[in-house]
T-cell receptor, first 115, second 112 residues
Framework: NAGVTQTPKFQVLKTGQSMTLQCAQDMNHEYMSWYRQDPGMGLRLIHY???????DQGEVPNGYNVSRSTTEDFPLRLLSAAPSQTSVYFC??????????????FGPGTRLTVT | GEDVEQSLFLSVREGDSSVINCTYT??????LYWYKQEPGAGLQLLTY?????DMKQDQRLTVLLNKKDKHLSLRIADTQTGDSAIYFC????????????FGQGTTLQVKP
């Protein structure tokens, strides 16, 4: 298994540009999520999905869209990039095994800079 | 409040014990987790504790949970230079969705 893969690893955007961060997992996990990590603020949940066709907002969803057309893929779209979206973005996935969410597997991250 | 709070930095000498503390706010939290992040990498699950437990030990790691005070700690015995990383606590607030709320992370520096 490749686990959770993210592309690209690094990206520089100009203000107002749009782009899609890709995330894929090959573990047949139901749950997938996107976090952003900023210094001194830990990880904040942007959007998450508990299965194909189902998405929901996390703590900081504004400026981002997601879709979950397949179990494997969970792309994150930046509609009109802003400097405040400069961050490291992590995708994670896990099984949903009843009461406890199974271990979340994290991708290697995408470092995004918006100028 | 919605926050999970951690101190930002801890420095210890190699061989000493490290204790990383965390406070959370939701008394209905079901599971609490400790993750480790090494430089340039994603997060790796270290251990977790169910909210009806007081303590969990796993080799050099001991997790203590004080549910009354909503306080969680991670003790690393015989800390090594390879333990230098950022440590995140996280709480799971609702069952069956996988949603985790993370603290800000504690940077552990281990001096030889």
């Amino acid at each position: 298994n490749a686990g959770v893969t993210q592309t690209p690893k690094f990206q520089v955007l100009k203000t107002g540009q749009s782009m899609t961060l890709q995330c894929a997992q090959d573990m047949n996990h139901e749950y997938m999520s996107w976090y952003r990590q900023d210094p001194g603020m830990g990880l904040r949940l942007i959007h998450y999905s508990v299965g194909a066709g189902i998405t929901d907002q996390g703590e900081v969803p504004n400026g981002y869209n997601v879709s979950r057309s397949t179990t494997e893929d969970f792309p994150l779209r930046l509609l009109s990039a802003a400097p405040s979206q400069t961050s490291v973005y992590f995708c994670a996935s896990s099984r949903l095994t009843g009461i406890r969410s199974d271990e979340q597997y994290f991708g290697p991250g995408t470092r995004l800079t918006v100028t | 409040g919605e926050d999970v709070e951690q101190s930002l930095f801890l420095s210890v000498r190699e061989g000493d014990s490290s204790v990383i503390n965390c406070t959370y706010t939701d008394s209905s939290s079901t599971y609490l987790y400790w993750y480790k992040q090494e430089p340039g990498a994603g997060l790796q699950l270290l251990t977790y504790i169910f909210s009806n437990m007081d303590m969990k030990q796993d080799q050099r790691l001991t997790v203590l949970l004080n549910k009354k005070d909503k306080h969680l700690s991670l003790r690393i015995a015989d800390t090594q230079t390879g333990d230098s990383a950022i440590y995140f606590c996280a709480e799971q607030r609702s069952s069956n969705t996988g949603k985790l709320i993370f603290g800000q992370g504690t940077t552990l520096q281990v001096k030889p």
